[in-house]
């Protein structure tokens, strides 16, 4: 069985910075795409990056690039997203997904799930 789990959200200022975690189970990390993605109240879940942990390939969302990094660590089957300089505008609930070889970093590609993590960036 898949399993993902987020840890590391919470509360911040704007210009700080927070890293989240992606504990993995149930499949074999190295082979799939693993990406970040984010739900804002009102709005629909939107991909935020995603790496594709056989090439080692990587999306970012243009709003974040330059500002969030997404790595994998193959022996902790961990997903992780460092994200510095965080504005308003990233508060969301933050989710990763995976799926074995999705064409694109959109929500419709991936399968399984995480339940989330609540991040916040006060102005």
């Known amino acids: 069985e898949v399993q993902l789990v987020e840890s590391g959200g919470g509360l911040v200022q704007a210009g700080g910075s927070l890293r989240l975690s992606c504990a993995t189970s149930?499949?074999?990390?190295?082979?799939?795409?693993i990406g970040w993605f984010r739900q804002a109240p009102g709005k629909e879940r939107e991909g935020v990056s995603c790496?594709?942990?056989?090439?080692?390939?990587?999306y970012y969302k243009l709003s974040v690039k330059g500002r969030f990094t997404i790595s994998g660590d193959n022996a902790k089957n961990t997903l992780y997203l460092q994200m510095d300089s965080l504005k308003p505008e990233d508060t969301a609930v933050y989710y990763c997904?995976?799926?074995?070889?999705?064409?694109?970093?959109?929500?419709?590609?991936?399968?399984?799930w995480g339940q989330g993590t609540q991040v916040t960036v006060s102005s």
């Open positions: 997904a995976a799926d074995l070889g999705p064409a694109s970093c959109e929500e419709s590609s991936f399968s399984s």
């Open positions: 149930g499949f074999r990390f190295d082979n799939y795409v």
């Open positions: 790496v594709d942990m056989m090439s080692g390939s990587t």
